[in-house]
């Protein structure tokens, strides 16, 4: 069974950083991608970044490109998301997902992941 747990999220005023850290246990996969997906309140789950968990290859979602950056410590079994330059749309809950092995799908659909976190929450203010 996989487990994963965010941290790391928080308050902070727009211009601010953070960086979400995700934290698998369990079996885990080396062919698998790891994904941040995030809620804001009233809308739909949207795709905001993903990791190859071995190849290192990193896709964004247009609205944070140039701003988050995604990140791996296979050590650690750890993925991270550095938040920059946040501003108030940001404000959301994050979640961190894991698809499952082998995998060679797209990244960025909920239904791709197969492991999901318990989220946690971020908020800019303005």
């Known amino acids: 069974q996989v487990q994963l747990v965010e941290s790391g999220g928080g308050l902070v005023q727009a211009g601010g950083s953070l960086r979400l850290s995700c934290a698998a246990s369990?079996?885990?996969?080396?062919?698998?991608?790891m994904g941040w997906f995030r809620q804001a309140p009233g809308k739909e789950t949207e795709f905001v970044a993903a990791i190859t968990w071995s190849g290192g290859s990193r896709y964004y979602a247009d609205s944070v490109k140039a701003r988050f950056t995604i990140s791996r410590d296979n050590a650690k079994n750890t993925v991270y998301l550095q938040m920059n330059s946040l501003k108030p749309e940001d404000t959301a809950v994050y979640y961190c997902?894991?698809?499952?092995?082998?995998?060679?799908?797209?990244?960025?659909?909920?239904?791709?992941?197969?492991?999901w976190g318990q989220g946690t929450q971020v908020t800019v203010s303005s």
């Open positions: 369990g079996r885990t996969f080396s062919s698998s991608v």
């Open positions: 997902a894991l698809t499952g092995p082998y995998y060679s799908g797209s990244y960025y659909y909920t239904t791709d992941y197969k492991y």
